[in-house]
């Protein structure tokens, strides 16, 4: 893990490398498909919300996974222009402790591509 020093990159608020590894300069958003969502709430019986997923731009209106073909493109969301460099790996930190539910291991289970 590279440190922050003065020039070297900016913060990510998010889990993933992926901007330093690209260009040295991270400015990681955090992506989540309603969809999606929806589709890991069906598979495992449990209603979640994308908001669980703290990302910080929901998006709605695309197919379930749709935002996996998006990798290596750039998308236009309104009028920002992102590089989508990687998908998300989920931490812990999404689970739900108040109903006991593992997030990463439901992902991991149901969705193991």
Known sequence: SQQSRPGSHT???????SGVKHNNDTRTVH??????????????????TAERFRGNVI?????????????GKNVKLGSATFKVLSRTVRCAGVSDDERGIDIPKILADNFPE
């Open 11 to 17: 913060h990510q608020f998010g889990n993933t490398g």
């Open 31 to 48: 992506i989540v498909n309603k969809a999606t969502v929806g589709a890991v709430s069906d598979a495992c019986g449990v209603d979640l």
């Open 59 to 71: 998006i709605d209106g695309v197919r379930p996974w749709g935002e996996f073909d998006w990798v």
